[in-house]
C-alpha cells in the first residue's frame, strides 16, 4: 500500500538524480487561491506533490489500477478530460497518464459527489523539478476541497498494485482529514459535513448564483449568510431575500400581524377579522364576536409555531391559546378563511410567483404505522434538516401528536391503504409541506390583491400568505383573503416545487437591487511590477481623487481611504484589495500588487479595469519557485490576464519583458514610453492604440498622449515636483504610467496635470520614495531602494547631484531571504554608488542568524573595490541610521533604504548634527 509525506521547503531544490527516490507521494506545498492565479482566472486549490520514483508508473504500467478505480468511482466515466466529451478520462487511463493526474480528477469527484458541483481541474509539471507536479481543481469550499484532495491522494494511493510502494508514515496537517480506510461513503460523508458547515441557504444562493450569472462580484461578509454584491459605493447587501434596502419600519409591521391585518382591512383588501388577547378570558369574550371556526396565533412567531386551525368549541380555544402563549405574551383570535393556502412572492411590487403549499402528511399503505410512513418519508433525498434542502424532514413532536390525534391516530396508528394522515395543520415549508407551483393559474385581480398588500406594509420583497378556494377565480367571487405578510421570504418552495414548474425568483431580486442600466462594480486599477508600484499607485490615487473620486488605495505603507491611512501594514496583497472593495465609501480602487501575494493566494478581486505592469528585474529570486526573471514576469502577467473585456493592459514599451507579456494581456492595449516614437508604438498608435510617451519639445520633456489619430499634451514634466525636473527619471517613467491609468479610465488631461503638478516627493505624500529635506547643509534622502534595479535607478539620479568634495553616504540592507549571490551582488553594487556605506539588518533575518546580512554585504562592497575604512555594518536600524547621518558633514548626501519607514523618519525629523550643536553651544557661551 502506498502513502504520502508532507513537507513544505522553504525552497524547493532540483532532483539529484543520482538520489534514492521513494516509493512514496510527498507533498511539497499547497495553496488556496482565492482569485486569479499563475494558473488559472478561476479559484482553485493547488497541491504540489512529488511522485518519487511513481512519477515513473504511469496508469498503463500499473496492473488493475484503471479499473479499480472505476469500480470505486463509477462516475468518473463521465469525465470528460481534455477530450470534451463524456470518456476522455477513461481514454487516458487506458493510454497512460501520471498518477498526479489522476488524484485532480478523483478530488473533483469526490466533491461532486458530496454536493459541490465542480468540474475543472489542471496537473501541470514543475519546472526544473522532475516529478514534481501541480494538482490545481476547483472547489466550493475552502476546507471541504482541501478535504477532498487529502482524500483523493490516500485513493489513488491505495490503489496501487501490492508491493509497488511501501509504508512510510505520514504528518497530516489537515485536522479533520480522519483515515477513511478507502471507504468512499464515510469520505464523501466527511466532505459533505465540511460543505453544510459553511453552505448557504437555499435563498442565499439562489441569489449568490443570480448575481454571478450577471457578472456581479460576491462576497462573504460572515459565516450566517450575509452577502455584499458588488464593490465599494455600488454595492447592496443581502442575507436571504432581506435586502439592505428592505424597511425596518417595514419588517417590525410585518411581525405585528394583528396590526398589519388592521392595515389590510383598513385599505379595503380582503383579510380576515380578528382580535389580539393577552388573558384567555379576554380571548373567550372576544371570540363570541368572530364566526367560527377559527385561527389562534402568536402575535411575532413565524414558520406556524403555535398556530392551531379548525377552532369550534371553547375547550380548543383553551387548548389552542395556551400552544400560542408559548411562543409570545399576546395571541391573535381570528376568523378562518376557507380555501387552500398559498404562498406569493413580490418582488419590486410585483408578483414574480405563486404556489400552493400542502401541510405534511403521510399516506397509508395498510400495513406501516404512522412513525414508519414518516420514516420512509424522510429518506426522499429532497428532505434535509432546517432549510438546507428542497423540503424539510419530517418530525413527531408534540404538535404533530394533537394533530394526530384529533383524527384518532398516534405514531403507532395504521392507516388503511390511500388514507392520508395529516400531520400538520400549516401549510409552512419549514414543518415539512410541501408545494405545487401554480404562478400561471392566478386570476389578474388576485394578484393585484398581492401586490397591493405588500405596498401597504412597505416591502420590496415580500411572501404573501393568502387563502382561496380556486386561485384561478377572483377572491371576491370565491372568498378568502390575505392571512399574513412576512419579510424575508425563503424562495426554495419557487426554486425547487414539489411539483410544477421552478421559477427564477433569485434573478429578479438581484435586478431590483442592480437594475440593468446600473453597474456593480467601481473601477478597479491593479498596479505591479519590480520597482515604481507605490509611486505610481500613489499618483493614480491624486488623479483620480483630483477627479472627484473617493480612493481606497493599497500599497506598503498601508490601507487608504481618501486621504486617510486607515491600516498601517505592508499592504499590497489580496486581503487588503478586499479591505478597499467592501468599503461602501470607495468609488474607485487603486491596488498595489505585489507577487509575494499573487503566489500565495491569488488576486484579491476577480477583475480589474485597469491593469498595469511597470517593469520586471531581478528580485525574490529563489523564493516561492521563482528562479529565474521569467519566472517573475510570469507571476506579474496575472494582473493583466485579469482585465476586463473592456478595459485596459498598461505596459511598459521599454522593457523586454512587460513588451513580450502583450500576448497575454486582455482589454485593450496602452502603452507608455520615454523613448519617444520607436516602432513598437509607432505601429499601435498608427493601428488606433493608445499610448503615452515622453517627447522633447524646445529643450522640455512633455508627457504626451496619444489616442489613435488625435494627440494630446498632457504636462511638461518639469511641473511635475517628483521628478526633480526630470532628474528623477524614474518617477518620469511612474508619471507616464499613471498618465495612461488616469487616461483609460476616462480622465480628462488638464484633471490628470492638476494632479500631478501637485505631486511631490514630500514624506506626506509618497513616504520613503525619494524624500528629501536639508538638516543643517546635510542632504537627507529616504527611498525605499531593495532591490538591484531600484539601487540603480537610484544611483543614476545620485549621479547628478555629484560635486566635488561632496560625499555621498548610503544605508541599505537587503531581506534575508534572498540568495547569497544577491546579497553580495547588492554589496558590490553598493559600493559602485557611494563613498561610505552603512550595512544593516533587517529586524526578520528570515532564517539568517544576526550578522550574517552585512557580512554578505561587506564581502560585495570589498569586491566592488570599496576599502574597507569605508564599510561600516550596525545592526539595528536605528542606530545604523543615526550613525549615518553623524558620518555626514554639510554639502554631504545621506541616502537611507529603511524598513521601519517611521522609525527612520521620526529620526530624520528630529535629527541636529553634533557640528551644529556645538555652534549653538559655542554662541550661547559667547
Known amino acids: 500500500m502506498g502513502d504520502f509525506l508532507f513537507a513544505a521547503p522553504a525552497t524547493m531544490k532540483p532532483v539529484d538524480a543520482n538520489m534514492e527516490r521513494r516509493n512514496t507521494l510527498t507533498i511539497l506545498e499547497r495553496a488556496i487561491y482565492r482569485g486569479p492565479n499563475i494558473f488559472s482566472r478561476r479559484p482553485m486549490i493547488r497541491m504540489r506533490v512529488d511522485l518519487g520514483t511513481l512519477e515513473d508508473r504511469p496508469t498503463d504500467t500499473l496492473p488493475g489500477f484503471s479499473q479499480a478505480l472505476l469500480a470505486l468511482l463509477p462516475g ?17 487511463l487506458a493510454e497512460g497518464t501520471w498518477l498526479g493526474h489522476v488524484t485532480e480528477h478523483v478530488a473533483l469527484e469526490l466533491q ?56 512510510i508514515g505520514e504528518q497530516v496537517l489537515v485536522k479533520d482529514a480522519l483515515d477513511h480506510g478507502g471507504d468512499i461513503d464515510a469520505i464523501v460523508a466527511a466532505i459533505r459535513s465540511a460543505l453544510r458547515k459553511s453552505a448557504y441557504g437555499p435563498s442565499t444562493q439562489a441569489i449568490v448564483d443570480a448575481a454571478r450569472r450577471r457578472g456581479i462580484p460576491v462576497t462573504r461578509l460572515d459565516e450566517r ?15 436571504a431575500s432581506l435586502t439592505g434596502q428592505t424597511s425596518h419600519v417595514a419588517v417590525e409591521l410585518a411581525g405585528d400581524k394583528h396590526l398589519t391585518r388592521q392595515l389590510l382591512l383598513g385599505a379595503g383588501v380582503p383579510a380576515p377579522k380578528g382580535v389580539v388577547a393577552r388573558t384567555l378570558d379576554d380571548a373567550r369574550r372576544d371570540a363570541a364576536r368572530l364566526a367560527r371556526p377559527l385561527v389562534v396565533k402568536p402575535l411575532d412567531a413565524n414558520h406556524g409555531r403555535g398556530v392551531t386551525l379548525n377552532i369550534i368549541t371553547d375547550a380548543e380555544l383553551a387548548d389552542a391559546f395556551t400552544v400560542a402563549r408559548a411562543h409570545s405574551p399576546r395571541v391573535i383570535v381570528e376568523e378562518q378563511l376557507s380555501g387552500d393556502d398559498h404562498r406569493f412572492l413580490v418582488v419590486g411590487g410585483k408578483v414574480i410567483a405563486a404556489a400552493r403549499r400542502m401541510p405534511a402528511s403521510v399516506t397509508g399503505d395498510g400495513t406501516s404505522d404512522i412513525s414508519m410512513l414518516v420514516a420512509r418519508e424522510n429518506q426522499d433525498p429532497r ?134 442600466s446600473h453597474r456593480s462594480r467601481i473601477p478597479v486599477v491593479a498596479i505591479t511590477g519590480t520597482n515604481g508600484k507605490s509611486t505610481t499607485a500613489r499618483m493614480v490615487a491624486r488623479i483620480l ?70 517593469n520586471v528585474t531581478e528580485d525574490h529570486m529563489g523564493i516561492k519557485g521563482i528562479d529565474t526573471v521569467e519566472d517573475l514576469a510570469n507571476v506579474k502577467s496575472v494582473v493583466i490576464e485579469a482585465v476586463a473585456r473592456r478595459g485596459f493592459s498598461v505596459l511598459n514599451a521599454d522593457d523586454p519583458l512587460t513588451v513580450k507579456m502583450a500576448r497575454r494581456a486582455r482589454g485593450q492595449l496602452c502603452w507608455f514610453s520615454m523613448r519617444g516614437w520607436q516602432e513598437l508604438v509607432e505601429a499601435h498608435v498608427a493601428s488606433g ?12 520633456q512633455h508627457i504626451m498622449l496619444y489616442q489613435g489619430s ?46 500631478l503638478s501637485d505631486f511631490a516627493t514630500s514624506f506626506a505624500d509618497n513616504p520613503a520614495r525619494l ?104 545592526v539595528e536600524e536605528g542606530e545604523a541610521t543615526l550613525y549615518s547621518m553623524r558620518l555626514a558633514r554639510p554639502g554631504d548626501i545621506v541616502v537611507l533604504s529603511p524598513t521601519q519607514v517611521n522609525l527612520v523618519w521620526g529620526l530624520v525629523s528630529s535629527f541636529v548634527p553634533d557640528f551644529a550643536t556645538d555652534a549653538a553651544a559655542e554662541v550661547v557661551g559667547g
Open 383 to 516: 428532505r434535509g434538516v432546517g432549510h438546507d434542502n428542497v423540503l424539510t424532514r419530517l418530525v413527531i413532536d408534540p404538535a404533530v401528536e394533537r394533530v394526530l390525534a384529533a383524527q384518532g391516530f398516534d405514531a403507532q396508528s395504521v392507516p388503511a391503504p390511500g388514507e392520508v394522515a395529516r400531520l400538520r395543520e400549516t401549510a409552512n415549508l419549514s414543518t415539512g409541506g410541501t408545494a405545487e407551483d401554480c404562478t400561471d393559474q392566478v386570476h389578474p385581480d388576485t394578484i393585484a390583491v398581492a401586490e397591493q398588500a405588500a405596498a401597504i406594509v412597505g416591502l420590496d420583497v415580500a411572501g404573501i400568505d393568502l387563502l382561496s378556494p380556486d386561485i384561478s377565480r377572483p377572491l371576491s367571487e370565491t372568498g378568502g383573503g390575505i392571512i399574513e405578510v412576512n419579510a424575508a421570504p425563503g424562495l426554495r418552495m419557487h426554486l425547487s416545487p414539489s411539483s410544477g414548474q421552478a421559477r427564477d425568483v433569485a434573478g429578479p431580486i438581484v435586478d431590483l437591487l442592480f437594475p440593468r
Open 689 to 700: 492604440g493608445m499610448a503615452v510617451i515622453l517627447e522633447i519639445l524646445d529643450d522640455r
Open 710 to 755: 488625435v494627440k494630446t499634451p498632457v504636462i511638461d514634466v518639469a511641473a511635475i515636483p517628483a521628478t526633480l525636473n526630470g532628474a528623477a527619471a524614474f518617477n518620469t517613467e511612474n508619471a507616464l504610467a499613471a498618465v495612461a491609468i488616469g487616461a483609460a479610465l476616462g480622465v480628462g488631461p488638464e484633471t490628470i496635470a492638476a494632479a
Open 76 to 92: 468518473l466515466r463521465q469525465h470528460h478530460c481534455s477530450r470534451g466529451q463524456p470518456g476522455g478520462l477513461v481514454e487516458r
Open 545 to 614: 481623487r483630483e477627479h472627484g473620486w473617493t480612493v481606497g488605495l493599497t500599497n506598503t505603507s498601508g490601507v487608504y481611504i481618501g486621504d486617510r491611512l486607515v491600516r498601517a501594514a505592508d499592504a499590497s496583497g489580496p486581503k487588503s484589495a478586499r479591505m478597499v472593495l467592501t468599503n461602501p465609501t470607495v468609488d474607485a480602487a487603486v491596488l498595489e500588487t505585489a507577487r509575494g501575494g499573487i503566489l500565495r493566494e491569488g488576486l484579491g478581486f476577480d477583475r480589474c479595469d485597469v491593469g498595469c505592469v511597470l
Open 225 to 239: 449568510s450575509l452577502i455584499q454584491l458588488g464593490y465599494g459605493r455600488r454595492q447592496r447587501r443581502v442575507r
Open 112 to 167: 461532486n459527489l458530496a454536493g459541490a458541483p465542480v468540474t475543472r481541474g489542471k496537473t501541470r509539471s514543475v519546472a526544473r523539478h522532475p516529478g514534481v507536479y501541480d494538482i490545481l481543481f476547483d472547489y466550493r469550499d475552502e476546507q471541504a476541497g482541501l478535504l477532498a484532495g487529502l482524500h483523493a491522494l490516500r485513493v489513488v494511493m491505495r490503489l496501487l498494485p501490492p508491493g509497488l510502494s511501501s509504508l
Open 771 to 874: 524624500n528629501i529635506v536639508d538638516r543643517h547643509g546635510i542632504t537627507l534622502i529616504v527611498d525605499y531602494a531593495h532591490n538591484p534595479a531600484a539601487v540603480a535607478a537610484l544611483g543614476r539620479f545620485l549621479a547628478t547631484l555629484r560635486r566635488p568634495g561632496r560625499r555621498i553616504i548610503g544605508t541599505f540592507s537587503v531581506p534575508g531571504d534572498r540568495r547569497d549571490a544577491d546579497l553580495i551582488g547588492m554589496g558590490v553594487l553598493a559600493a559602485s554608488i557611494f563613498d561610505e556605506l552603512v550595512f544593516r539588518e533587517t529586524p526578520d533575518g528570515r532564517g539568517r542568524p544576526r550578522g550574517e546580512i552585512n557580512a554578505m554585504m561587506t564581502q560585495g562592497a570589498l569586491a566592488g573595490g570599496m576599502a574597507v575604512e569605508h564599510v561600516h555594518r550596525i
